[in-house]
């Protein structure tokens, strides 16, 4: 992994894992810009990095970005070096988010809009999944907003 060069120094790692819709990694890497986090993309990626809606929706944020690009979720895996600071965002589990005590550095991990993350990865990591707990009658928030509520609640955390 490169040296970070472009923040003073790194709140969260936001991993999207396979990432469909180009609108929502625009707005996450827009997100990760303004809180100093970087992003990971596990490939494979259901839109091309030069797509027109991935930097519209990153506005001109993007040359900002600290963008990291995985070939796969092992070769992610390779560059985790604290599994305890690993947090996995599924719908599947009752461990919420707001039990986590954030620490900067964090990896904030997060599955496809269409599916989530894979039951493999969930059941391999069930100690490390939480959710967002959701009251009203949805099954799930949008993936741009879910990264949002996740990094501003460990902003809110390390009183960044």
Known sequence: MKTNHKYPKVNF??????PEIPNNTGNIGRTCV???SELHL???LGFEISDKQLRRAGLDYWPDLEVFEHDNFDSWLGQ??????????TTKVDNSLYDVEFQPGDWLVFGKETKGLGPAIIEKYTKNCVTIPMPG?????????SVAISVFEGLRQLRA
């Open 13 to 18: 790692r936001v991993v999207l894992v396979e």
């Open 34 to 36: 303004g809180t100093w």
């Open 42 to 44: 596990v490939k494979p």
């Open 80 to 89: 985790v070096e604290d599994f305890n600071r690993v947090f996995f965002f």
């Open 137 to 145: 009658p949805v099954r799930s928030f949008n993936l741009a907003n």
